[in-house]
């Protein structure tokens, strides 16, 4: 189970001195082009993060790093094209919920901050059931083909309003992989917003992914799940077997930093994580 926390305030923060992981906090978001409020702030300060040299604003109600007092305008532009997107999110999900075996469906990436452009795509997260990933992934395409709901394709430059389908998960193994873990996946995790959340298991997600509150602790209380992560897998059935063979040899010539298994698919186009991360020692 998860619980927001509430952190409103009613004292004026404007004449707030921050500390190093608020700093870190501004600074990690301005990557984004975000500047945040004070209740984020809080929210999304930091544990152990590496100092940093930046001078803080504040004004309108929204810290950002000096110099970019422009981001205060294009926030609220933002939120518009994200009011939009997440119409649309909200359709795709009441169709794909259709399937049996979909577990959860979610919006994550810039979408579940209301900070994307007009061309962006919307970045979508989809939880099965138990052995049926890559077949529920066949059923998915097939019925978002059907109802008229365009989704994204390689090297095609004009992905606007598209869904982008870069994150499938059997709920039996949710987590990500030690090596994957840092600040930007961990902000990508607490961030995700579930539109279909079938027998709970929103909160299974976040429990199998608590490791994500050592890097940012504020955004989320966790119940612990007892039902653990696994970490080892029964036998695929025939028909699940046979739909991951055809989808993993159809990429197979494609994988570059993507991960493929028969309960986790992870598409990394651009590779966000190692970008975001090498900018986080300015």
Known sequence: MAVLRDFNSKNNPSGKSLNSLEIFSVYYHS??????????????????????????????????IEGSENLIYKRSVRKRFSNKKRRIAEKASKVISRIPSVRMVAISGSLAMENTERESDIDMVIVTSEGNLWTTRILVYILLKIFGLSVRTPKNEKQMDKLCLNIWLDEKDMSWNKKERNFYTAHEVLQTIPLVNKKGIYGKFLSDNRWALNYWPNVVEIKLNNDLAYTQHRRLNMIENIAFKVQY??????????????????????????????????
């Not at 159809?250 to 598409?267: L, N, Q, S, W």
């Open 31 to 64: 990557i984004f082009k975000y500047p945040l409020t004070f209740s984020e702030l809080v929210k999304w300060t930091p544990k152990n993060a590496p100092e940093v040299h930046s001078k803080v604003e504040y004004k309108n109600g929204l810290y950002f």
């Open 249 to 282: 040899l159809y990429m197979k010539g494609k994988i570059t930093r993507e991960v493929i298994t028969p309960t986790k698919a992870i598409f990394h186009p651009n590779n966000l994580s190692a970008k975001i991360l090498s900018k986080m020692t300015p």
